[in-house]
C-alpha cells in the first residue's frame, strides 16, 4: 500500500511532462534528419509544378492544409518560416497567404506555450525564490510590451520566448493576439514576396532570405518595437517621478 501510495504522485506529473517531451522530441528527430531540406527554395523549384496541381487539386482545402503545415513547422521549430510565408504568398497572393501564414505560426506557437505551461508552469512558479518573483511581476505587468517586442524584431530563437511567455505566466489571449500581430509585418513582407516568387523560380534565381534585415524594412519594425515599449518606460518613469 505504501509503495502504491508514493508512486500516485508522480503519474500525474509524467503524464503532464509528456506531450512536451514528445513534442521536444520529435523537434530533435526533424532536426536530425534534417526536415528542413525537405521545404526550402530547391525542393519547391524542383517540384514547382507538382505543388501547384496539389494546390489545385485540394481546392479550399489548400488553405487548411498549408495552416496545418505551418502549424506542425512552427511547433517544431523547424526554422524555415520565411520561406513558408513566401510559399503562401506565392500559392494564394499577398493577404490569403500572409493570412493563413499566420493562423498557422500563431497556432504553432500557442501549442508549445500551452504545453510548456501545463508540464512546468506551475511548479517552477511554487519554487521561484524572492528575485524570480520579482522578476516575473514585472514580465506579466509589461508583458503585452515585450511579446510584441520580441515579435517584431526576433531577437531570441522562436520555441525559447514560447518558453519564457509561459513560465512568466502570461495570459493565453493576451498571448495568441501578441503573437499574431507582432508577427504580421514579418509575415507580410515575406508573402508580397511570394507574390512574384513565380519571376524568381521562372530565372532559376533564388529571393533574398534576408531582405526583412534591409534597412527600409528592418528600421520601420524597430520603430514599431520601440513604440511598444512606449507604456513599459512611461511607467517606469512614472514611479520615478
Same mark, same amino acid.
Given at each position: $500500500? ?28 526533424a532536426w536530425y534528419w534534417d526536415a528542413r531540406s525537405y521545404i526550402d527554395f530547391h525542393? =519547391?523549384?524542383?517540384?514547382?509544378? *507538382?505543388? =501547384? ?26 526554422? #524555415? !518560416?520565411a520561406l513558408l510565408s513566401m510559399m503562401g504568398g506565392f500559392l494564394f497572393g499577398t ?11 500563431? $497556432? ?23 528575485? *524570480?518573483?520579482? #522578476? ?7 508583458? #503585452? ?28 489571449? !493576451? ?7 507582432? $508577427? $504580421?509585418?514579418?509575415? =507580410? ?21 534576408? #531582405? ?13 518595437? *520601440?513604440?511598444?515599449?512606449?507604456p513599459v518606460v512611461y511607467k517606469r518613469w512614472k514611479r520615478k517621478s
Amino acid at each position: $500500500m505504501d509503495q502504491a501510495a508514493n508512486q500516485a504522485p508522480g503519474r500525474p506529473r509524467f503524464k503532464r511532462w509528456l506531450p512536451l517531451v514528445l513534442l521536444v522530441a520529435a523537434a530533435l528527430a526533424a532536426w536530425y534528419w534534417d526536415a528542413r531540406s525537405y521545404i526550402d527554395f530547391h525542393a =519547391l523549384l524542383a517540384h514547382r509544378e *507538382l505543388v =501547384l496541381s496539389k494546390v489545385a487539386a485540394l481546392g479550399s482545402w489548400a488553405p487548411v492544409a498549408f495552416i496545418a503545415l505551418y502549424t506542425g513547422v512552427a511547433a517544431l521549430s523547424i526554422p #524555415v !518560416a520565411a520561406l513558408l510565408s513566401m510559399m503562401g504568398g506565392f500559392l494564394f497572393g499577398t493577404v490569403l497567404g500572409t493570412i493563413y501564414s499566420l493562423l498557422g505560426a500563431t $497556432m504553432g506557437a500557442t501549442v508549445v506555450f500551452l504545453l510548456a505551461r501545463t508540464a512546468y508552469g506551475d511548479v517552477l512558479q511554487r519554487r521561484a525564490g524572492p528575485a *524570480l518573483k520579482k #522578476v516575473e511581476a514585472g514580465l506579466r505587468e509589461d508583458a #503585452v510590451s515585450y511579446l510584441l517586442v520580441l515579435r517584431l524584431v526576433p531577437l531570441f530563437p522562436f520555441f525559447v520566448v514560447n518558453l519564457v511567455a509561459a513560465l512568466f505566466g502570461m495570459s493565453l489571449k !493576451a498571448y495568441v493576439l501578441c503573437s499574431f500581430f507582432g $508577427m $504580421m509585418p514579418g509575415a =507580410l513582407v515575406y508573402a508580397s514576396i511570394g507574390g512574384g516568387l513565380g519571376e524568381f523560380l521562372d530565372r532559376g534565381e533564388k529571393p533574398d532570405f534576408q #531582405v526583412v534585415l534591409q534597412p527600409h524594412i528592418l528600421l520601420p519594425l524597430l520603430g514599431l518595437a *520601440l513604440l511598444a515599449l512606449v507604456p513599459v518606460v512611461y511607467k517606469r518613469w512614472k514611479r520615478k517621478s
